[in-house]
């Protein structure tokens, strides 16, 4: 729960000093589709062997706020990795978001109650 404010109040204060930089490139949906394949595929890369090795982390920037989804992930992986990986993908996510004047339904996406192992991956059951 610490990291989904930690991230919100990132966000907000990246939003408030943004600044135009008429050199930068734009992000594509491309770009931010490849980095969000690169995160799941090393997430691929790692196993759990029951349900109390799954864990979920906040991924994604909607334009007002929180985050898209969350991704599932077992406790075998580098978490600092992952948390990397997935910092670089939300301010790259931010700035397409400002960028394109994206727009979101700004429903609070909640981290989900359930998550277990099933055939060696973390998966989200319910919700």
Do not use: H, R
């Not at 939003?15 to 090393?42: A, G, H, M, R, V």
């Not at 994604?60 to 990795?81: A, N, R, Y």
């Amino acid at each position: 729960m610490k990291f989904i404010l930690k991230l919100f109040v990132l966000a907000v204060l990246l939003q408030s000093f943004q600044c135009e930089d008429n050199n930068s490139e734009p992000i594509t949906l491309e770009q931010l589709n490849l980095k969000k394949q690169e995160i799941i595929d090393y997430i691929a890369g790692f196993e759990c062997n029951n349900s109390e090795n799954c864990n979920t982390i906040a991924f994604g920037v909607k334009p007002c706020g929180g985050p898209t989804e969350f991704l599932t992930f077992p406790s075998s992986i580098d978490l600092d990795e992952l948390e990397s990986m997935i910092e670089i993908y939300n301010q790259l996510n931010l700035e397409y978001n400002i960028q394109t004047n994206a727009v979101s339904d700004c429903a609070v996406v909640l981290p989900p109650q359930t998550v277990e192992c099933d055939n060696g991956g973390c998966v989200i059951v319910g919700n």
